[in-house]
């Protein structure tokens, strides 16, 4: 457990809320492996019905770029990332996420496996990866195209140019685009709503919506994953790190 992750449990409903206002909700290993519980919980526990994951004034800075720039000297790998995201792709429950700030990479990719995702307007979204010296993960690499078309997500992908959650929805990575103090209200309708559903009927047609790309994406997310792992422990994604923290320092 971590005090930088919330499980808040309201009748049916339980809310994942990402807590580390002061990093930008950055997420450490300690947070991955909170909300890859949550969801195995709520997974296993009948009397939830939906989870909705969601931020404060942001969503997540993604990964801490700390434990980035550890990872070159030995320190942690990014497995507890990889665990969250095998956790959450195949999660049987309706899920929704509320983006209000910041979503950086995984912040963004993650929103690739839920059921609905509502965006601030004014959200800010970002894939970096490259820019970084590093590879896109989460599945992204296959997933964002069939979401948002080829040409698009190779810009947002490729180049790590930031977009702001009004594209998103216009995009169809996010199915409704709100002012920043409905984001919480409107995803909580939704998930809301979701819950009403019979789950046995839900969780069988999400096993089918994923099927015909599922032997696929296990295969793309093992080679982002070993890339990306990679990538981690070079020289040049080593400098980028730590030109982030010089900067802060500077
Ligand atoms: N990892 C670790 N710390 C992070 C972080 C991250 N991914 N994102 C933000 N922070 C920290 C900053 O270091 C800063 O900490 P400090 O107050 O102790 O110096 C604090 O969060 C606030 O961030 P700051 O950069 O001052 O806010 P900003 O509004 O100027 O910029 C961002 C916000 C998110 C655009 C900027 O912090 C950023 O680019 N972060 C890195 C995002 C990223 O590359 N994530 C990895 C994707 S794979």
Not at 28 to 45: I, Q
Not at 231 to 250: D, H, V, Y
Request: hydrophobic content about 45%; aromatic content about 6%.
């Amino acid at each position: 457990m971590t005090e930088h992750l919330l499980h808040e449990r309201d009748g049916a409903l339980l809310t994942l809320r990402l807590n580390r206002p002061d990093k930008k909700n950055a997420l450490t290993g300690a947070m991955y492996l909170g909300m890859a519980d949550g969801l195995r919980a709520a997974a296993a526990d009948d009397s939830i019905r939906a989870v909705m994951i969601v931020g404060g004034n942001d969503f997540t800075a993604g990964n801490d770029l700390a434990d980035f720039a550890r990872a070159g000297d030995g320190g942690p790998r990014p497995g507890a990332a990889f665990e969250f995201l095998q956790v959450i792709r195949s999660f049987p429950k309706p899920l929704v996420a509320g983006v209000r700030g910041v979503a950086i990479g995984i912040g963004t990719t993650m929103l690739l496996h839920c059921d609905v995702v509502v965006t601030a307007r004014d959200a800010k979204l970002q894939m970096p990866f490259v820019r970084l010296g590093l590879v896109p993960e989460g599945g992204s690499s296959v997933l964002l195209a069939r979401r948002v078309g080829q040409a698009r997500a190779n810009w947002w992908l490729l180049s790590g140019e930031a977009f702001s959650g009004a594209s998103a929805a216009e995009a169809g990575l996010a199915l409704e685009t709100v002012d920043d103090n409905a984001v919480d209200a409107t995803a909580r309708r939704y998930a809301e709503q979701l819950a009403t559903l019979p789950p046995g009927a839900y969780a069988e047609s999400k096993r089918l919506l994923r099927e015909p790309q599922a032997v696929e994406l296990e295969a793309v997310m093992d080679a982002e994953r070993a890339a990306f792992s990679a990538r981690l422990q070079t020289p040049e994604a080593q400098a980028i790190f730590a030109g982030f923290f010089a900067r802060k320092a500077g």
